[in-house]
Structures are given as C-alpha cells and as structure tokens.
C-alpha cells in the first residue's frame, strides 16, 4: 500500500542554521510530490511541487527539495532558517488510483526556531 | 483574489447536535475535498467530489455527509454519528480530480463538541 513517511515529529534549530526535513514514500512507480507549510490555526500553504524533470525543485521561501528515486526520498532543504520559518511541513504524495489522483499526506514535522 | 473560504473559524457544539461547515471557492476549480486533521496524524481525507452533485466518500466518511449543489459550494455536515467530531477540519480545491494540480486550502473551521 502507498504510504508516505515523516520521521521527525519534532525539529529545533538556530536562526541562521540549514535545515533538512525528511520524507519518505511507498509507491511502485514514481509519484508526484509536494511539500505544504502550516502556520498553527491556519490552512496549508504549498511550497513546491515535483511532477517530472530536474529531480531539485525550487519553492517559495528559498526551500528547495530533492527527490531521489533510488532512497524513495524527497527531502526539503533550506540553506538559511529565518523565525518566521517556524511551522509544521507536510509532505504528500500523489498517484493515480481507479482513474483518479489520490493524495497522501505524512503526520507532519513541527519545526521550531530558536533565536 | 481567488481562494477558499471556509466558516465559521471555530465552532462549538453539544454532543448529539448534527453540525454543518461551509466551505466555498471562487477558483473555479472543478474538485472540492474535506480533510480532517488531528495532532500528529496528518490529514485524513472525508468526502470529495469532482463535479456538481457528485461526491465521493474517502478514507474517514461514517458519521459525515455533504453536498455538491453549486460549484463554488461543498459543505460538510458533521452528524451526531461521528463518534469523535472535535477536530480542525480543512476544505481544498484543485482544478479536476484527474489532472495533478496542487490542492489549494481554506483556513479551517476547529470543532469543539462537548
């Protein structure tokens, strides 16, 4: 069964520091993959998206994230993290069941910024 | 500036009390999702549907029900047959069920049934 992976409940970092939160998935084939950000209390905001081509994909907010077929992996990356930084990210995945796009998303990792 | 607009932003109500949350978009996209979220488990897809009076059940339907009357409108009632309601509760849109496009968000509606 498809399934998509968040390791990391809980993140801490420095302002300033880089950043890398972790996404795995469970799919025979290649999926399509997007990395949301939530503000608490809020909806969820897209960042980026991979569908086919360059394997680094670049979002809003200077993230990026890279998906690498071999590791079943699409890790968002930041090189710089600002406070405003600090919210929970979703990773999803997308394939297609009975005719249809289903979308999948992992628990979810809350970052939190330190000054 | 299009978006999704979901209402009210909290809601309170007494157990046994069916419940309903509005949801509208004016993207004029084709497909309209409820997703309800609970600390640490991500989103659960409810109900979606793709088109005008036609909807699916997804992954957590029993207890929930909609309707799809308009495009622009997807509400979802929250019966007294949902053993655990209190919850955020999130409406999102994309262009069709059948192209991949992003799913667009409102601003969620948090369910407190006591």
């Known amino acids: 069964a498809q399934s998509v992976t968040q390791p990391d409940i809980h993140i801490t970092v420095s302002e300033g520091a880089s950043l890398e939160l972790r996404c795995n998935y469970s799919?025979?084939?290649?999926?399509?993959l997007f990395w949301y950000v939530q503000s608490p209390g809020q909806g969820l905001q897209l960042l980026l998206k991979y569908f086919s081509g360059d394997t680094l994909v670049q979002g809003i907010k200077g993230f990026e994230a890279e998906f690498k077929r071999s590791q079943s992996s699409f890790n968002l990356r930041k090189p710089s993290v600002h406070w405003s930084d600090a919210a929970e990210y979703f990773c999803?995945?997308?394939?297609?069941?009975?005719?249809?796009?289903?979308?999948?998303f992992g628990a979810g990792t809350r970052l939190a910024v330190h000054p | 500036d299009g978006g999704i607009t979901q209402s009210p932003k909290y809601l309170f109500r007494k157990e046994g009390q069916n419940v309903t949350l509005s949801c509208e978009q004016n993207?004029?996209?084709?497909?309209m999702y409820w997703y309800r979220q609970d600390p640490g488990q991500g989103l659960r897809l409810i109900y979606y549907s793709q088109i005008v009076n036609d909807f699916q059940k997804g992954d957590i339907a029993e207890g929930y029900s909609v309707s799809r009357e308009k495009k622009e409108s997807f509400p979802l009632t929250v019966t007294s047959a949902q053993k655990n309601p209190t919850a955020f509760y999130l409406c999102?849109?994309?262009?069709?069920?059948?192209?991949?496009?992003?799913?667009?968000f409102g601003n969620g509606t948090r369910l407190t049934v006591t």
């Open positions: 999803a995945v997308g394939f297609r069941s009975g005719g249809y796009n289903k979308l999948i």
């Open positions: 993207l004029n996209h084709d497909a």
């Open positions: 999102a849109s994309s262009i069709s069920r059948t192209e991949y496009s992003p799913l667009h």
């Open positions: 799919y025979g084939a290649t999926p399509y």
